[in-house]
């Protein structure tokens, strides 16, 4: 005979905050041997606080069980058990929450690599349950100016006449960030000694908060004339709270004309929804509704593409990987607006015609 089932349950809680605890003080890695970002151990403590939201709000039990004695119908129920979490949360995030896609596949893979590391790093052998927990995920459009555009927010006297002392600091700072292609915590993190001058050139130096990742890029002479414009103490720009931001951007944007309706557009279990605005009617998205502080990021990556700054480059200030996903769909906006410049000069050559030599 075989041994004996036992079953052995372990408190899900007690679990997560250690799986939290060793990515806190190192003990838990990334296969690379960094340590991991802050901002991911924060995203791991809301997923623990969701899970247990769900779990009072559906009176669903939160356990964890160690498969290793266990017969082949206890197998069956606990893979049950684990099927009816997964199609409970997930309901209860989109429906009684209100979250979109990507947002519960976020929770759903840290759940994912949490049952990961009961597995790999704890040895307690709780099966492979988890693998079937499906991660959901939105193709979200990239919000971004074009060059024309960003040209139009930088030199446009007209726009700077409208702007109040407040506004015109936040046309600043976004056109600096719409420069530098820095993650909006890195941009307002900015002092005196990320500023390196060889020669006559001004470069920004700068290591990321959320990757470790180096850069640098030499600074045009717009952005140094807007650094020049303020003697802080130590910071280089001025500072603003990202909610605060986020709405000033709104209405620079909103100020500078960009107010084409473009739409918006999330997902909920796979089905796509129109967002309406807040503003005074139910009314579909205009593109200054929708600019964000990661507006200028990806308004920096995309500028680049665009006029023709190589990829390998443009990936080496960005910090994107080589096989970035995300990366290659910024390269596919730069290609539409490249064939459109491609065309504009075939349709000058159609207009260009021999003239008779004469003899």
Same mark, same amino acid.
């Given at each position: 005979?075989?041994?004996?089932?036992?079953?052995?349950?372990?408190?899900?809680?007690?679990?997560?905050?250690?799986?939290?605890?060793?990515?806190?003080?190192?003990?838990?890695?990334?296969?690379?041997?960094?340590?991991?970002?802050?901002? @991911?151990?924060?995203?791991?403590?809301?997923?623990?606080?969701?899970?247990?939201?769900?779990?009072?709000?559906?009176?669903?039990?939160?356990?964890?069980?160690?498969?290793?004695?266990?017969?082949?119908?206890?197998?069956?129920?606990?893979?049950?058990?684990?099927?009816?979490?997964?199609?409970?949360?997930?309901?209860?995030?989109?429906?009684?929450?209100?979250?979109?896609?990507?947002?519960?596949?976020?929770?759903?893979?840290?759940?994912?690599?949490?049952?990961?590391?009961?597995?790999?790093?704890?040895?307690?052998?709780?099966?492979?349950?988890?693998?079937?927990?499906?991660?959901?995920?939105?193709?979200?459009?990239?919000?971004?100016?074009?060059?024309?555009?960003?040209?139009?927010?930088?030199?446009?006297? @007209?726009?700077?006449?409208?702007?109040?002392?407040?506004?015109?600091?936040?046309?600043?700072?976004?056109?600096?960030?719409?420069?530098?292609?820095?993650?909006?915590?890195?941009?307002?993190?900015?002092? !005196?000694?990320?500023?390196? @001058?060889?020669?006559?050139?001004?470069?920004?130096?700068?290591?990321?908060?959320?990757?470790?990742?180096?850069?640098?890029?030499?600074?045009?002479?717009?952005?140094?004339?807007?650094?020049?414009?303020?003697?802080?103490?130590?910071?280089?720009?001025?500072?603003?709270?990202?909610?605060?931001?986020?709405?000033?951007? !709104? !209405?620079?944007?909103?100020?500078?004309?960009?107010?084409?309706?473009?739409?918006?557009?999330?997902?909920?279990?796979?089905?796509?929804?129109?967002?309406?605005?807040?503003?005074?009617?139910?009314?579909?998205?205009?593109?200054?509704?929708?600019?964000?502080?990661?507006?200028?990021?990806? @308004?920096?990556?995309?500028?680049?593409?665009?006029?023709?700054?190589?990829?390998?480059?443009?990936?080496?200030?960005?910090?994107?990987?080589?096989?970035?996903?995300?990366?290659?769909?910024?390269?596919?906006?730069?290609?539409?607006?490249?064939?459109?410049?491609?065309?504009?000069?075939?349709?000058?050559?159609?207009?260009?015609?021999?003239?008779?030599?004469?003899?």
């Amino acid at each position: 005979m075989g041994p004996k089932s036992t079953n052995k349950d372990f408190n899900f809680n007690e679990l997560f905050l250690k799986f939290i605890a060793n990515t806190k003080n190192g003990k838990r890695l990334q296969p690379n041997g960094k340590k991991i970002s802050e901002g @991911t151990i924060a995203n791991y403590v809301n997923t623990l606080k969701l899970v247990n939201d769900f779990s009072q709000y559906t009176k669903f039990e939160l356990r964890i069980r160690c498969i290793r004695y266990l017969n082949k119908r206890e197998l069956v129920v606990e893979s049950n058990y684990w099927k009816k979490f997964y199609k409970k949360f997930t309901a209860y995030c989109n429906d009684t929450c209100g979250h979109y896609d990507n947002y519960v596949g976020l929770n759903v893979k840290n759940l994912r690599v949490f049952f990961n590391y009961l597995n790999r790093d704890m040895l307690l052998n709780v099966g492979e349950f988890h693998k079937k927990f499906y991660v959901r995920k939105e193709e979200i459009p990239i919000i971004a100016l074009l060059p024309e555009e960003l040209n139009h927010i930088i030199y446009d006297a @007209t726009l700077v006449a409208k702007l109040t002392t407040a506004q015109k600091k936040v046309k600043d700072l976004f056109v600096f960030g719409c420069t530098v292609a820095l993650r909006v915590s890195d941009l307002l993190a900015l002092k !005196k000694t990320n500023i390196r @001058t060889i020669g006559n050139e001004k470069y920004l130096l700068v290591r990321s908060k959320k990757t470790n990742t180096p850069t640098q890029i030499r600074l045009p002479e717009h952005a140094i004339a807007i650094l020049q414009k303020y003697k802080y103490k130590d910071r280089l720009l001025p500072y603003f709270n990202v909610v605060i931001l986020n709405k000033h951007i !709104k !209405k620079l944007c909103e100020l500078a004309g960009f107010t084409s309706v473009v739409g918006k557009h999330r997902d909920k279990q796979g089905s796509s929804k129109e967002i309406k605005t807040v503003r005074e009617k139910n009314e579909s998205a205009r593109m200054c509704d929708l600019v964000t502080t990661h507006t200028m990021r990806r @308004t920096a990556i995309t500028t680049m593409l665009c006029l023709g700054m190589p990829e390998q480059v443009v990936r080496k200030i960005s910090g994107h990987s080589p096989m970035s996903k995300e990366f290659f769909r910024y390269v596919s906006i730069a290609q539409t607006y490249q064939d459109k410049e491609t065309e504009k000069v075939f349709d000058l050559l159609k207009e260009k015609k021999m003239g008779m030599l004469v003899s």
